[in-house]
């Protein structure tokens, strides 16, 4: 892997350029736009290519103060000056990294059932939000750092904004067979 895993999950980072879906040239092959656009659970989708070996690991989780213009192309102003619950993980299968991940909830996203998302520990955040059916993914966008992908999404439950980026790293398109140019 060229790009550093923390480097990655640095999701506030102003050195990724994030963009639009229609706004990336060349684009990048099918198969892994099959993995980048799929609009549904991530995790789901790992776990039926890991056959009962998935797991998540946490590297690092809690609050942060952020106030970077990427965050502001996400966030309004005054939520992306909160404080915000900050979660990086790999989604591995077995020992092998798959996906690098990093999610940013907003002080005031968590209220309510939300709230439990400081407590998920090594289970898939994937799995707690594809299980509701208010679930909103709003902007989708993409971004390349050498030869890792990655997108990142506004999702919407209960009306509160959370952000998730996912890198896809090379041992999964590897044991995906996924094959780039």
């Known amino acids: 892997m060229t790009a550093p895993i ?9 050195r990724l350029l994030w963009r639009p879906v229609s706004q990336i040239l060349p684009r990048p092959d ?3 736009q099959s993995w980048l656009l799929d609009p549904g659970s ?7 290519h890991a056959d009962g070996r998935f797991r998540v690991v946490v590297l690092e989780e809690g609050w942060v103060r952020r106030q970077l213009p990427s965050l ?4 309004s102003p005054s939520v992306a000056s909160e404080r915000m ?3 990086r993980v790999l989604l591995q299968c077995g020992d092998t990294p ?3 991940a990093h999610s ?10 939300l709230k439990r998302l400081r407590h998920l520990s090594n289970k898939p955040l994937g799995e707690f939000l594809f299980r509701n059916p208010l679930l909103q993914r709003r902007q989708l966008e993409l971004t390349q750092a050498d030869d890792i992908w990655g997108r990142r999404s506004l999702f919407y439950l209960y009306g ?13 398109l590897h044991d995906t067979g996924i094959h780039l140019a």
Request: net charge negative.
């Open 42 to 48: 991530l995790t789901l989708r790992l776990k039926e």
């Open 30 to 32: 099918p198969d892994l």
């Open 160 to 172: 509160k904004p959370l952000l998730v980026a996912e890198f896809f790293l090379p041992a999964l």
């Open 98 to 100: 798959w996906v690098a």
């Open 104 to 113: 940013l909830i907003p002080v005031s996203s968590m209220e309510g059932e």
């Open 72 to 75: 502001l192309q996400c966030f």
């Open 6 to 14: 923390n480097e990655l999950l640095s999701l506030h980072s102003d």
């Open 85 to 87: 619950w900050s979660r």
